[in-house]
């Protein structure tokens, strides 16, 4: 079964320093994603990307926050300068139309 | 704006037991709902999901949910649970015209022998 890859399941950054998450969704899916869960929380939506835009994103997304299509299958997300509290677990995810698939995550620890 | 309510933040249950988590949701519009379970250190699965038609909705490892429109509510139940399904559980809302998925606080469902 396909599923949504993401690279690397775990990362250690030091705080101000820029850090991109990887991830190659689904080959058929059309929208991708990028969601968060920090330790203990809910999982939380960043941001949708269709047709190589932003389709939607949240209060989260700041400017600090960005996400790009570089080639026909990887799907990124930078963080600029990342402060104690992007600390969570990334999870990027991909849908055809309606149901979203998930990846295993990225857990990214900022110190 | 849609909002997910699970009303349980943990349920230990017995092997063999039934299980019931409850999930309610809020939204002005017509939306999708769906149910991902999170095993320890690993990402989230589909369970199950409700687009349209019946009510009753049945998904893998024998979960099934029930759509209560009038009740904004979306159970998730199995008649007979087993250890392996020790998991976070997540109840999500989506918007049939919007993109983002907006979760619940998730369930611990912790299975006893």
């Known amino acids: 079964e396909p599923e949504v890859t993401q690279t690397p399941s775990h990362q250690v950054t030091q705080m101000g320093q820029e850090v991109i998450l990887r991830c190659v969704p689904i080959s058929n899916h059309l929208y991708f994603y990028w969601y968060r869960q920090i330790l203990g929380q809910k999982v939380e939506f960043l941001v949708s990307?269709?047709?190589?835009?932003?389709?939607?994103k949240s209060e989260i997304f700041d400017d600090q926050f960005s996400v790009e299509r570089p080639d026909g299958s990887n799907f990124t997300l930078k963080i600029r300068s990342t402060k104690l509290e992007d600390s969570a677990m990334y999870f990027c995810?991909?849908?055809?139309?309606?149901?979203?698939?998930f990846g295993s995550g990225t857990r990214l620890t900022v110190v | 704006a849609q909002s997910v309510t699970q009303l349980d933040s943990q349920v230990p249950v017995f092997e063999e037991a039934p299980v019931e988590l409850r999930c309610n949701y809020s939204?002005?519009?017509?939306?999708?709902l769906f149910w991902y379970v999170q095993y320890p250190n690993q990402g989230l699965q589909l369970l199950l999901k409700y687009l349209s038609g019946s009510t009753l909705v049945k998904g893998i490892n024998g979960f099934e949910a029930e759509f209560n429109k009038s009740q904004t509510s979306f159970h998730l139940r199995k008649p007979s649970v087993h250890i392996s399904d020790t998991a976070e559980y997540f109840c999500?809302?989506?918007?049939?015209?919007?993109?983002?998925?907006?979760f619940g606080e998730g369930t611990q469902l912790t299975v006893n022998p």
């Open positions: 939204s002005s519009v017509s939306v999708y």
């Open positions: 990307f269709y047709n190589n835009e932003i389709s939607e």
């Open positions: 999500a809302v989506k918007e049939t015209s919007g993109s983002r998925l907006t």
């Open positions: 995810a991909s849908s055809e139309f309606t149901v979203v698939a």
